[in-house]
């Protein structure tokens, strides 16, 4: 599977770069990964199989460029992932709302997913606080705040933890079928 993956914008020296946790390629080995620059208009090829939304800063740049993918992946009907920040945007483009979140910033708690308690890391400040009308819950924290969302009838999941971050990820069962077919 040849899947896409947005990166987050970094600050260096004044200077705006791209960046990627290289925890990503390890996580979706044996699968390629294509890193998306933050260029508007990026053209995407049509060998891409999957959209992943990473997690990280936003910028008006990678907002063009996750609109982009975001259209590019719906049109063809594309799954797609959101991670944290790409769970967030996801919800928004479906029309939910995200506010600020406190207690879930460099931390681990235990969500309920898939009649399983599992273990996640969290690293955010904001929060799924209503999902768009598309988008059901799939998993919770003991706070009950939502971790992980489905999309009603399309292959779309937006989690709030960061898998390529954990020695035994996590991921809903129907992203692990998809990346193990």
Same mark, same amino acid.
């Given at each position: ?23 990503? @390629? ?32 936003? %910028? ?16 063809? !009907? ?13 919800? @928004? ?28 890391? %969290?690293?955010?400040? @904001? ?53 193990? !077919?």
């Amino acid at each position: 599977m040849r899947i896409g993956i947005t990166q987050r914008p970094y600050e260096i020296n004044g200077v705006m770069h791209d960046c990627l946790d290289p925890g990503w @390629y390890t996580f979706f080995a044996p699968h390629e990964l294509v890193a998306i620059p933050n260029i508007k208009n990026i053209e995407l090829g049509s060998t891409i199989d999957m959209i992943v939304f990473t997690g990280g800063e936003i %910028s008006r740049d990678r907002t063009a460029v996750e609109s982009h993918c975001f259209n590019f992946a719906a049109k063809r !009907k594309l799954p797609m992932l959101g991670v944290c920040h790409g769970a967030l945007f996801l919800n @928004y483009i479906f029309g939910g709302i995200n506010q600020e979140i406190k207690g879930h910033r460099n931390t681990e708690h235990t969500i309920l997913i898939d009649s399983k308690v599992v273990t996640v890391n %969290s690293f955010h400040d @904001y929060a799924l606080d209503e999902l768009g009308p598309a988008l059901h819950p799939i998993a919770r924290a003991k706070d009950k705040s939502i971790e992980a969302f489905k999309h009603n009838t399309l292959p779309i999941w937006g989690i709030m933890w960061h898998p390529e971050r954990m020695d035994k990820p996590a991921l809903p069962p129907g992203v692990w079928r998809l990346l193990n !077919k």
